[in-house]
């Protein structure tokens, strides 16, 4: 079972994945954007380099991002996290496995435009 703080968090880093699109799109030539989701289970990408997304640029060059939201109302931390435990499965974080192009850590709330 899910837990709601989990689920809230989940919610929040999904609205604001798809608003960091339309920066990615602002700032480079972004053809294709493709978003490495859970189904059933995480993407074999993910899961060995946690990679969540992929972006295919005009000139056909492809970069990796790894994303991580945190609320806005955490920024004053002025810091960013690796997970060294993934907080749903137990299994290791990105800590261990993370080989991705670009890391993106963003502060926000989910009703900003």
């Not at 990796?64 to 993934?86: G, I, M, P, S, W």
Request: charged content about 30%; overall charge negative.
């Amino acid at each position: 079972m899910t837990s709601n703080l989990f689920q809230s968090d989940l919610e929040h880093s999904i609205n604001m994945a798809l608003k960091a699109d339309d920066i990615y799109k602002s700032v480079l030539p972004v053809k294709h954007i493709t978003r490495l989701t859970r189904e059933q289970k995480p993407h074999i990408l993910d899961k060995y380099f946690s990679i969540d997304k992929i972006l295919t640029l005009e000139n056909g060059m492809i970069t990796t991002l790894q994303e991580k939201f945190l609320r806005a109302k955490n920024a004053h931390f002025d810091c960013f996290t690796l997970e060294y435990v993934n907080n749903k499965l137990g299994d290791d974080g990105e800590w261990h496995k993370l080989c991705t192009d670009i890391y993106v850590t963003a502060y926000g709330d989910d009703d900003f435009d």
